[in-house]
């Protein structure tokens, strides 16, 4: 390795014995520079042989120079010398001889020559490692063969030799140049005087090759060299050099030529003029060789010279280079005649004279450097010349020229006064402008001078600009610059400000302020006032004029005074109005923006502590009233305004107490003891005070009966001022329920729980009836009810006969056991009479009789029936027995039957009736359809008998219809109107309520007779889902709909009016936080965060303060970002600024520029890359979302699915036996997974005709070309379906207190993306009419009006069990009950009443599933939609329907026969009438035909109902020809049935079931008026008002082709 360093970086070579070292295999080199710049060199030699030993040689060289080392490496092997070059020595240098051995190891290198071992003298040296050195090389010495000997063994050695020539360089003799002077001849020889030839001569000059010519001749000969100069001259001074140069070396020899030459002049001097005061010089110049020696001398007059004198040289006068005489400041004193002398040694000295003659130019001698003038005033300004006549003296006034004659302000006079010129200038008056320096110049023929003036005109000064620091509520800060003081000292300033509608005569004065200080503070200013300011300044000359007139508008502050004229009026037991005027004006401080209520109540145990409200200023006069206080409790209120700045003092603490209300708490201790069987004492304790909110008034006491079918005996009550009463009068051996509730001035306060309590026994009353029958020629049986009024326990019976004839004197007794209600008594006589009475026992004693009866034995026994008719009432899902016992001979037939409308229907016995053989009627788990009378006869040979029983069963209670009334911070006021009791008493209200994000629901159990209730102790400004049922001795009825209000208040908000940072420094940063607004509601919390911008990291700060924070340790001179969150139970807002702290020296920073750095090219890159993350994600989300509603859809459809399949199997019950009355809607309960099904059937039954009802068609019928028309009936199941980014069906934004919410269209809303949209479940039936002459239908239609069918369809609704919608705007659902299993069977049945669909089987025929919202579904659009009875790809997403079709007919005949039933509105023609599948066929399908024409609203079809039906019929007869109402004539063959229609549905997710009609509507001109078209808005199945408005409009919606027959169709969504 070899290192080198150099600038710049060197290269290096390698050599070997001083040979190159070839580049090969075997030898590679490197090189490189390292950081330091070292060049570090590498050879690398692989695989050494013995040639690779000897001398290694590294060279590094640059441009510079270059350096070496070497070093020897042996390479073990036998030794051998390298060949050795012949070597060239130089005479008189030293020689190395190098002998070349490789191979190692050797023993000794020795040199010789001729034989002689060397060094044989002191100029040889052998070195160990074998280099001879020859010192001073000597030609015959050296010259010569030299033998380098290498002894390789003791005895073995190998030489090389090598041959040395030496070279004898030239030897130049030495040679002078003579001293020559100009045109002497010269001659200089330069002679070789040894050395090898050939020899070169040549001579240079000054290093310049010499060549002949220009009087210069060089002769050169073998060893000599001769160089001549003809004639001698200056040019050829210098040195000259004579060569010589062989093979061994070359030599020179220098030497130089001095010509000299006397002194000249070159420039002579002459006679000059000199100008005082300037630099003259005095030429002369001489040459000659040597340079001359110049002298100057001075004689000084003006006549002929006596004496030259030698010149002092002195800085004044100096001898130039080239001997020029220079005199820098000419004066007088140097005027006379100078002398240039010149000598050199050479030749004598030559000199020259001359005369200075000096002119004085123009000098100002005399005038003021400064001076002083009054503004207004004269002022004269002297100016004196001297100098060479004539004079000229100009004026000038900065760098203008003044001339008198252009203006008139100056004069300028001049006089002679000797050697002396006095010029004056005059100014009348001095003015501002003239305080400039003014010049007099002086100009003669040799010069000009200049004399400058500086004049200060002086006056009072210029007003200072004054400008306004900072405003507060009560000082101001100025600040003020001086711009012009008048060229006077400034000595003072004053400063004057008043009111602005005030003259200055009011003003207000700071005086004699520092003529150093230029800035002031103004303290003791009014806040929210607006100021003039104007200032003074002064200097000794006077008073400046008032500076410009600056308004400012002081801060508000606090106000200073409080509100006035405060008033407390109790408004209700919890409230306070407070009203009260603003402050004064002048203690205002600013616009009032609003108040702080505080109030606390002063009861003994209070904490005295305030509460605080706060309201904004609405006007001079205030109204507020305080919510949600104790009742009946004194409370201190006082009054604070406050505007931007802070709050104000407040007002004096003025009491008011709460107005009475009821108590809170029902007395205590309550007890009820039983006296006798008609009297009872209740006795009870105070309340506690505190719950009393009054002043107590006395006790009321509330006591009902209990009696044992369930029902409820009338509400009494007694009022007392004891606490302890005495029942009297009360029924005996009863149940009652006891409740005592305290009262006050403002009503009845809450009633103790209900306390039970027994009368005791006593005889019961007579038995309710009495009957008696013979059964035989000698016996007779007798029967009874028992007593109306038990007053205890029956015992047992007594029964008493006597014969008035028989003359026996005591009656008979018989005694039987409580459960027997007859006796036969035997052994009479026949043809006598018998009297018979009966008694009950109780544990009191026999009570009283009964009527009495009497009966003789007959020897015929006719029918007669012993039990007793009535009214039998019961709860529904109970078994009721109707007894119908009877006796005859023989023994009699029963038979039951159910009075309809007007027959008398038989009882079938099935699983639900059940006739056993004494003749009762069992009813298995009643149900309200099952209410009505009952008539059961009894029949034999000899007569019969009959009974009617009215059996009533009683339902839960319906819905209740809940509003709002009334809403404040804390409470919700509901009011409700009960909905039917189910034919029991209510007996009270469940009332559940929860807030709107939560399914956890609070129950609160309600009073029968309240009918509103308050909730309280709310969150404030929170919505609530509130719900209510009532409950009657079956069970609780149905929910009413959920309906959702909300408390006042909102979520905290920051007002803009309000500065947020009332002070900011290098480090802490003070925050206002009383601009946070707390929407009504209390703030809980505010979360400070904030942090240096371009800083990630932000710091929190939580204070529950709502005035001031302060953010400490902060960094100086840095801009920060804010951000706050304020919380309340309202939710939270939010607010963000910046600001910036100071720097060290309190000043501001400028605002951040927009360069973007390297952090900001991460939050740009950061910003882009977000919502491309979020949206690839959303967009995931929303695919999974999608999946997992699909496979729930799925699910439900199997399920939906599996229902119906078991319906169809397990409920296959006729409906033969007719219904008479008006049924009671059933109501049931069916869990489906996450939807609880809700069906009612709303309308009862009827039939049309007695079994079928016939209708003849002929066969031209079916050629008319008249629109046909199709319909529709069917039983729709609604419910609400969990469906997001839908629009609401019922906007509940906009709920008022004491109104419904209103329903609406629905639109796709921003505002909410939670709500929901009904789906349903339809059971549809279509019919048509078929080209059979006779049609025949057993289809029962529902309910009448005066005998015609114009219902529109049987309306059911399902409601979800939780209502688990999380948007406010929430359809509201219109059903929700609990029922039994069976009565969802009977609405399929009733869907299916078709005969043919008996044994139709339920399949899915189709499934669709979206998650898109259609507008159809939920918007109540007009575009045409299939209805839901279409087989064809639906117009609404996620479908699947569940159908149930009857086989399809084989062949065309079939369509002849097929039974259709009377539809609900009358069809236009005939091919509308057929079945879907009967279309299908090509025997019914005739070319042209139209499609079913448009079916006209609800209230024009009941109208032309009237019409078509005048009276009630079971067998119709459609006469040809009958026009139907509401549509356009036919043409003139066609033959139309009584026209019938539907109600359309609105296109709202699944409406009742429609009719499929045509999709193109009626001509224009055959459209019939809209009279007759009716409104264009129904409701659905008489659904509720809750239920949703509907909207239909006079165009169809296409029937499509190919559809099966009537289908009943079960659509989820």
Known sequence: MCAAKGAPPPTVTWALDDEPIPR?????????????????????????????????????????????????????????????????????????????????????????????????????????????KLMDVQKG???????????????????????????????????????????????????????????????????????????????????????????????????????????????????QLIVRVPPRFVVQPNNQDGIYGKA????????????????????????????????????????????????????????????????????????????????????????????????????????????????????????????????????ITTKDNGDEVISTLKLKPADRGDSVFFSCHAINSYGEDRGLIQLTVQEPPDPPELEIREVKARSMNLRWTQRFDGNSIITGFDIEYKNKSDSWDFKQSTRNISPTINQANIVDLHPASVYSIRMYSFNKIGRS??????????????????????????????????????????????????????????????????????????????????????????????????????????????????????????????????????????????PPRSTLNGVLKGYRVIFWSLYMDGEWGEMQNITTTRERVELRGMEKFTNYSVQVLAYTQAGDGVRSSVLYIQTKEDIPGPPAGIKAVPSSASSVVVSWLPPAKPNGIIRKYTIFCSSPGSGQPAPSEYETSPDQLFYRIAHLNRGQQYMLWVAAVTSAGRGNISEKVTIEPAGKAPAKIISFGGTVTTPWMKDVRLPCNSVGEPVPAIKWTKDSEDSAIPVTVDGHRLIQANGTLVLRSVKAEDSGYYTCTATNTWGFDTIIINLLVQVPPDQPRLTVSKTSASSITLAWIPGDNGGSSIRGFVLQYSVDNSEEWKDVFISSSERSFKLESLKCGTWYKVKLAAKNSVGAGRISEIIEAKTHGREPSFSKDQHLFTHINSTHARLNLQGWSSGGCPITAIVLEYRPKGNWVWQSLRTNSSSEVFLTELREATWYELRMKACNSAGCGNESAQFATLDYDGSTIPPIKSAQGEGDDVKKLFTIACPVILATLGVALLFIIRKKR???????????????????????????????????????????????????????????????????????????????????????????????????????????????????????????????????????????????????????????????????????????????????????????????????????????????????????TECFISDSSSDQMTTGTTDNADSMTSMSTPSEPGICRFTASPPKPQDSERGKSVAVPIPHRASKSDYCNLPLYAKSEAFFRKPGSEPCPVVPPREASIRGLARAYPAPARHLTLEPGAKPLGLPPPAPTATTLPQRTLPMPSTTSAAAAAPASSAAPAPAATEPPAAERGPTHSKVGGSRDSLLEMSTSGVGRSQKQGAGAYSKSYTLV
């Open 280 to 411: 003259g010089v005095l030429n002369c110049s001489v040459d000659g060789y040597p340079p001359p020696k110049v002298m100057w001398k001075h004689a000084k007059g003006s006549g002929n010279p006596q004496q030259y004198h030698p010149i002092p040289l002195t800085g004044r006068i100096q001898i130039l280079p080239n001997s020029s005489l220079l005199i820098r400041h000419v004066l007088e004193e140097d005027i006379g005649y100078y002398l240039c002398q010149a000598s050199n040694g050479v030749g004598t000295d030559i000199s020259k004279s001359m005369f200075l003659t000096v002119k004085i130019p123009a000098m100002i001698t005399s005038h003021p450097n400064t001076t002083i003038a009054i503004k207004g005033q004269t002022k004269e300004l002297n100016c004196t010349a001297r100098g060479e006549r004539p004079i000229i003296i100009r004026w000038e006034k900065g760098d203008t020229v003044i001339d008198p004659d252009r203006n008139m302000r100056y004069a």
């Open 545 to 686: 004029e008032p500076s410009k007139e600056l308004t400012i508008s002081t801060e508000e502050a606090a106000p200073d005074g409080p509100p006035m004229d405060v008033t407390l009026q109790p408004m209700t037991s919890q409230s306070i109005q407070v009203t009260w005027k603003a402050p004064k004006k002048e203690l205002q401080n600013g616009v009032i923006r609003g108040y702080q209520i505080g109030y606390r109540e002063n009861s003994p145990g209070s904490n005295g502590q305030y509460s605080i409200v706060e309201m904004k200023a609405t006007g001079d006069s205030e109204v507020y009233t305080l919510d949600n206080l104790k009742k009946f409790a004194q409370y201190g209120v006082v009054v604070q305004a406050f505007n931007r700045a802070g709050t104000g003092p407040s007002s004096s603490e003025i009491n008011a107490t709460t107005l009475e209300d009821v108590p809170s708490q029902p007395p205590e201790n309550v007890r009820a003891i039983s006296i006798t069987s008609d009297v009872a004492v209740i006795s009870w304790s105070e």
């Open 1190 to 1404: 699909k496979e729930k859809r799925l699910k439900r459809l199997r399920d939906a699915k599996s229902l119906a399949e078991m319906l169809i199997s397990k409920n296959n019950r006729s409906f033969d036996t007719p219904v008479k009355g008006p049924p009671q809607g059933p109501r049931l309960h069916i869990d489906i997974p996450r939807v609880q099904l809700l069906i009612e059937d709303k309308e009862g039954i009827k039939q049309l005709g007695d079994d079928k009802a016939t209708i003849p068609v002929t066969d031209t019928e079916f050629s008319q070309a008249v629109n046909p028309q199709s319909f529709c009936t069917g039983v729709s199941l609604h419910h609400p379906a969990l469906i997001q980014n839908t629009g609401p069906l019922i906007d509940m934004s906009d709920i008022r207190p004491g109104t419904n919410p209103v329903s609406r269209k629905s639109v796709k809303s921003a505002h909410s993306t939670r709500n929901r949209y009904s789906s349903q479940w339809t059971l549809t039936k279509c019919q048509a009419s078929t080209p059979a002459r006779t049609l025949t239908s057993d289809w029962r239609t529902v309910g009448s009006q005066h005998g015609i069918t114009v219902t529109e369809s049987d309306s059911y609704s399902a409601s979800l069990s939780q209502d688990t919608d999380k948007g406010r705007n929430s359809m509201v659902s219109t059903e929700s009950a609990s029922s039994t299993y069976e009565e969802l069977a009977r609405a399929y049945e009733h869907a299916k009443l078709e005969e043919q669909l008996q044994h139709a089987k339920f399949e899915i």
């Open 141 to 255: 010495m050296d010259e010569g063969e030299y033998l380098c000997s290498v002894l390789i063994q003791p005895q073995l050695s190998i030489s090389q030799s090598v041959h040395v020539t030496v070279k004898v360089p030239p030897l130049i003799q030495p040679f002078e140049f003579p001293p020559a002077s100009i045109g002497q001849l010269l001659y200089i020889p330069c002679v070789v005087s040894s050395g090898d030839m050939p020899i070169h001569i040549t001579w240079r000059k000054d290093g310049h090759v010499i060549l002949s010519g220009s009087g210069v001749t060089i002769e050169s000969k073998e060893f000599m060299s001769s160089l001549q100069i003809s004639s001698v001259s200056l040019k050829h001074n210098g040195n000259y050099t004579c060569i010589a140069s062989n093979d061994a070396a070359t030599v020179s020899r220098e030497r």
């Open 24 to 132: 090969d295999s075997g030898h590679r080199t490197n090189q490189y520079t390292m950081s330091d710049g070292t060049t570090v060199s590498h050879m690398n030699v692989t695989s050494p042989q013995i040639k690779d030993g000897g001398v290694y040689r590294c060279t590094a060289r640059n441009s510079v120079g270059s350096a070496e080392y070497q070093a020897r490496i042996n390479v073990r092997g036998p030794p051998s010398i390298r060949a050795m070059k012949n070597i060239t020595a130089v005479a008189g240098r030293d020689t190395f001889i190098n002998c070349r051995v490789i191979g190692y190891p050797y023993y000794s290198i020795k040199w010789y020559k001729d034989s002689l071992l060397l060094p044989d003298n002191h100029r040889q040296v052998v070195f160990e490692n074998g280099t001879l």
